[in-house]
């Protein structure tokens, strides 16, 4: 197992469509007319570059050993429905300590204007 941290992985885009915000913000009992819910950005960020990290063989993140043990998100300004949003992750963190490995995966998510959104991390917890 290679640690990766300071990977950066590519860029990926993500329109943020009305029919996906509706549902979601139903799942969470969130009424749509509000927009797009804080918590959407589970979708549009981590949810659009946790998928690199974890299909990086180099990376070697075992799955099914996986725990997802911490998410923190901040936010510039709410997303808005409509807008294709930039999502880029890198890996903060990757320290292994008693039989477990830590990876924190850090999201900065952008408009299409460049402005930020929001900034997201998650931590990882891969037992051996």
């Known amino acids: 197992m290679a640690a990766v941290a300071g990977r950066t992985y590519p860029a990926v885009q993500f329109e943020i469509e009305p029919a996906r915000v509706d549902a979601f913000a139903r799942a969470i009992g969130a009424d749509p007319a509000d927009g797009v819910p804080p918590t959407f950005a589970a979708v549009y960020s981590l949810g659009m570059t946790a998928p690199q990290l974890f299909g990086d063989e180099e990376a070697s993140v075992d799955f099914s050993r996986l725990l997802h043990a ?8 709410p997303a ?3 807008e294709t949003v930039t999502s880029r992750g890198r890996v903060d963190s990757d320290t292994s300590r008693r039989g477990m490995r830590f990876v924190s995966l850090e999201t900065e998510t952008n408009a299409a204007d460049g402005h930020p959104i929001c900034r997201s991390r998650a931590l990882f917890v891969i037992r051996s």
Do not use: T, Y
């Open 70 to 77: 911490e998410q923190e998100f901040e936010w510039m300004r």
């Open 80 to 82: 808005r429905v409509g």
